[in-house]
């Protein structure tokens, strides 16, 4: 069998979701393969070759080209340029603007609401012996954390939860299919919603994130418009919510299957920081970003033609040897531990000390309940949702005393 037929690449495949990382191995020994599964694409697996991509913004755009199967999906955020999806200088504008909502201080302050928010969720199960990480903790910790900083009812979290759900199921539909009717009407009802929330935060401003970039949107000099506005809370929600909740499983799953970590991991709790760095490597929330080209390009020894889309695995590019050593082993030690979970350059994660925290906190507080925390005996196998790039569990059932 020749090289490019062991390639296999199916994001819509339940199997490949399931564990894509064999399917990775054999895009590390080359330069990016050419495939046109749907659309004529570029898989990028290798460190090098991955974060050479992420970090140069002139030739790999962030702005998808004009085509209905990408701008369909992207329709959520309406017409406005948005901060992961735009290029200098829009790009430079848009995150100057809404990184005021991010500052160090802003982060620290809400540290204590997360904490009361796990807190909470956790008393909910306290009797129990067998509790669902995601139903439970990982799946509504970050959109209450989320929620809070726009300054969202509390009443409304699962209503959130359930928009921004349908719009990542979105991914589920492979190219050439019409979205389906709910997740259109997901699309403008969230949007809508943000439209009021946007006007009430104006007549009656608070110290809440929509208020902060209200305050960024009326300043003279720089403004985010009213349609930017609507498409970054629009953005938060979806990129803060998903994230944060598989890095909650997926990192309970590898220390579930590494028992001697988890408990190294008790033993030593100042461990924490470097296991979720590990966590994030290991089997990252985001398997895949996207960029495109205008023209022609090379990366590593490859010819890119240009309109190939360009996929850059950053999960794989965290399991490349030639970057990690032992890149299969999970190691709550490792170090340096340089992973591209968060991405590269201009577009780096802008969440990613709300990211850190928030899985530190939800997965201390795990461990300092539960003395004992097991693999809960289960009939099927571990399920994943739909979405490929954001990969994560649809439940995982641990026995705990
Ligand atoms: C573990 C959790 C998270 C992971 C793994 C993650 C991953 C990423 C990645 C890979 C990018 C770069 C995309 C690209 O270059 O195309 C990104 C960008 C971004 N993330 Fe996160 N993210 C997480 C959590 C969050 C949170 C909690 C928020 C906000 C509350 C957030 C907001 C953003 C925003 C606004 C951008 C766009 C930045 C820009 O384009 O300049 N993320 N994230």
Redesign the pocket.
Known sequence: MSEAEQIYFNPWDETFRANPYPYYKPLMSGPPRLLKVFLPMALVARYSDCAAV?RDHEHFS?VPPRSPFLEERISVFGDAPR??FSDPPV?TRL?RL?SRAFTPRRIRELEGKVREFTDLLLDRVINKDRIDVMADLANPL?VMV?AHMLGVPTGHYAMFKQWSDTVIESDNTPPGMPLPENVRDAFTTLREYFIAEIEKRRRDPGDDLVSVLVAAHEDSEEVLSEAELVAFVV??LL??NE??T??IGNGMLALMRNPEQLERLRREPELMRSAIEEM?RYD???QA??RYIREGVEIGESKIPAGTLIFVL?AAADRDPAAFAAPETFDITRAPNEHL???Q????????P??RME?SIAISALLARYPNIRAAAQEAPLKYKGSFFLRGLASLPIAVS
Do not use: E, Q
């Open positions: 992420l962030s901060v992961v790009h995150r809404v970050p989320i953005l938060l990129a803060g994230t944060t598989n890095l994030l990252g929330p985001v970003t996207m950053l979970a968060f991405g350059g201009i577009h780096y994660c802008i969440g990613a709300l990211a899985g």
